[in-house]
């Protein structure tokens, strides 16, 4: 029998509309010998359990990418080495590193995305049956590319894929768009959905935005959590908030976050490799409850959970909605 998604109540002194677990994090910096960090990872569940794509940073600094199982989704089982692909549809495998992964399972396979090294950061794309085994296909687009998150289903027939056109640096912008494909192969339909905003309009989201977690189908459209960012005095400050995007058609936003849901406040947020950075990557949902769990990277450094229901966070998004969702 599958396990339930990890939850835990709100707390009783708490408005939010998002909480953080208690014992966050719960995957931690050096839980596997190599590594220097663990973060910005993806969870799916597995057979009874849960399983999920690590990002470990080793302690050269060497960027890559970790298969994982977890009963409970909350305590995890990492393997110490990483992910060797095998040819997919295709005999280009060269990559000089490998990070930011997502997952999500589509008709007959779990399909990972990742920030992939060629030649500079474009998005890799991957497949898995078993998480044991995997397979590596074309790069999606050309250098430079980052946030590669695919819909849990085929539009219209074809895949769909959100990502967020990029530099080779520390890219100061950053618009959300979507591509659309027939085999996983070629990519093309490209299309703006989010761009970033005004600084008086919502000041945490004007300097680059980028797809977080697979979206969610709900009866009010695709929920996808997605991450923002600001330039402060102190740097870049990454925060987290919430879109819902039209059903029959994801290029159409139909409610955006004005305010954010989630930004750095704990310890293990604001202090990092990175500062202040919660960056979200994958989201559990219990259809029957409601319940949602979104696993995010912190500082650059750690794993988090934050929880929220499902209808909480879509009256939340309808009822403080950025009023010109063209941006």
């Not at 309009?201 to 929920?223: D, F, M, N, R």
């Not at 259809?287 to 696993?295: K, L």
């Amino acid at each position: 029998m599958r396990q339930t998604i990890p939850w835990e109540e709100r707390p009783a002194d708490s408005h939010d509309v998002m909480w953080r677990y208690s014992k966050n994090p719960i995957i931690n910096r050096y839980d596997i010998p190599t590594s220097n960090s663990i973060f910005n990872s993806a969870v799916v569940p597995f057979e009874d359990g849960f399983a999920g794509v690590f990002r470990c940073d080793n302690k050269a600094v060497q960027m890559n990418i970790f298969a994982g199982f977890s009963r409970d989704g909350i305590n995890w089982q990492i393997h110490h080495e990483p992910i060797r692909f095998k040819a997919g549809n295709t005999d280009m495998i060269e990559s000089e590193y490998k990070y930011d992964p997502r997952v999500t399972w589509i008709e007959d396979r779990y399909w990972i995305t990742w920030c992939n090294g060629y030649h500079g950061p474009t998005i890799g794309i991957g497949y898995t049956f078993d998480f044991k085994e995997f397979f590596q296909c074309e790069n999606a687009f050309l250098p430079f590319n980052r946030n590669g998150v695919l819909f849990p289903q085929k539009i219209d027939g074809k895949y769909v894929l959100l990502s967020r056109p990029s530099d080779n640096g520390h890219t100061p912008f950053g618009d959300i768009y979507i591509s659309y494909s027939p085999d996983m192969k070629y990519w093309g339909e490209h299309r703006c959905v989010m761009k970033v905003t005004p600084f008086a309009e919502s000041a945490w989201q004007c300097t680059k935005i980028g797809a977080g977690t697979v979206p969610i189908l709900t009866e009010e459209g695709w929920l996808m959590f997605y991450h923002g960012v600001i330039a402060t005095c102190n740097g870049f400050r990454y925060s987290m908030g919430a879109a819902i995007l039209d059903k029959d058609n994801p290029a159409n936003v139909l409610y955006r976050t004005r305010p954010y849901l989630l930004a750095p406040a704990a310890p293990y947020e604001l202090q990092g490799d990175v500062a202040n950075v919660v960056f979200p990557c994958a989201a559990l949902h219990d259809e029957a409850s409601g319940r949602i769990a979104v696993y995010y990277g912190c500082a650059d450094t750690v794993v988090g959970l934050t929880f929220g229901y499902r209808s909480e966070i879509i009256a939340f998004c309808k009822q403080h909605s950025i009023s010109d969702t063209s941006f």
